[in-house]
């Protein structure tokens, strides 16, 4: 098989990306997850990445999603630096226009997670607060999910605080 043949139909991106991160989501969500499975998790969602950016539907919030679930897999995974990392590429590329406010709040909110786990309070604390901002511009079905991934990570930093 040459190597043309082996390549994705720029129509088969979106079906990957959207099957790799509903996989990572999977092992992001497992309460006691392997060293093997961690490692699946990181490598899903990397795939998940290249194919939504090969994707000719791809947007804008379809990339800060993305590196919002990278940030938040490094974070679960315990490697604060990467964590950071992708929280911030999000946080860039969730300041265009075509970013809502919700997308705009999670990229605080990874960054925060990513500081938390750093042990840096202050920015935890900065992004945490960035996040809550954006809060009034986010719908109530979005916002509760915001507010209880916001909620967790007062409760963390306060948790280290004392």
């Known amino acids: 098989m040459s190597e043309q043949e082996k390549k994705p139909e720029a129509s088969e991106h979106k079906k990957l990306g959207v099957e790799y991160f509903n996989k990572t989501w999977t092992l992001l969500d497992k309460e006691d997850r392997k060293e093997s499975e961690k490692e699946m998790m990181i490598h899903l969602c990397h795939a998940s990445m290249w194919h939504w950016m090969n994707a000719p539907e791809c947007t804008t919030t379809n990339l800060s999603i993305g590196y919002w679930q990278l940030s938040r897999v490094y974070a679960v995974a315990g490697e604060p630096a990467n964590a950071i990392k992708y929280g911030n590429i ?40 960035k996040a809550n901002e954006l809060m009034p511009q986010v719908d109530e079905q979005n916002g509760a999910l915001l507010i209880k991934d916001l909620e967790q990570l007062i409760e963390a930093v306060n948790d280290s605080a004392s």
């Open 90 to 129: 999000c946080l860039q590329i969730s300041q265009h226009d075509s970013v809502g406010p919700f997308f705009k709040a999670y990229a605080h909110e990874a960054i925060a997670r990513a500081a938390v786990l750093g042990g840096d309070n202050e920015q935890a604390l900065n992004h945490l607060q």
